[in-house]
């Protein structure tokens, strides 16, 4: 069983979104993914209710083993402290406040020995300062996530994007190979 913090202090920097969609790509795969949602905002709860995913989604760890290939921690925001998992995945989005945040927690967890997978979300390529974060934390091994409206509708209707209703929408197949990878990723480390 892998166990997996999807971790940031600051809110708003795909947290949920990514383990929605990572647990959805491990269903593809065959895997029994499980949500532990850990944000009062229950942003992964809503999606749960929803009814539309093919993996549970929890509001706080079991008392009894699950029986489950992966389990995804999705924190919430403000949680300052690092989590005990010993992966994390950790996106930002690259506007410098919100970067400068995430960058502040990303050295605490390396300086903790955690395994961190970064991952950028939502550059606005038109801001030069946003492009240069995203091409230096690429050259790191960052995964990056473009923006893209197939989250939005996604998320209208508590889908992930790998639902089968999202096939026709447009860019879901890149925004697929995208979470993918940092799946491939997640399931390489040890």
Known sequence: MKIVSIWNPKGGQGKSMLCINLSAAAVELGLCPVVICQDPQGTS???YEGGNLPFDVLPEPPKNRINADLILFDHQASE?????TNLLVMPTMPARDQYATWA????RAKAKGKRIIKVVTNCNYGRKE???IVRSLKKTGAFEILASGVFSKAANDYYSIFDPKMNRAYKVKERRQEINAILAAILQED
Do not use: F, K, Q, V
């Open 80 to 84: 300052l402290d690092i989590p005990d």
């Open 45 to 47: 709860m809503l999606y």
């Open 104 to 107: 502040n927690a990303y050295e």
């Open 130 to 132: 946003e492009s240069e």
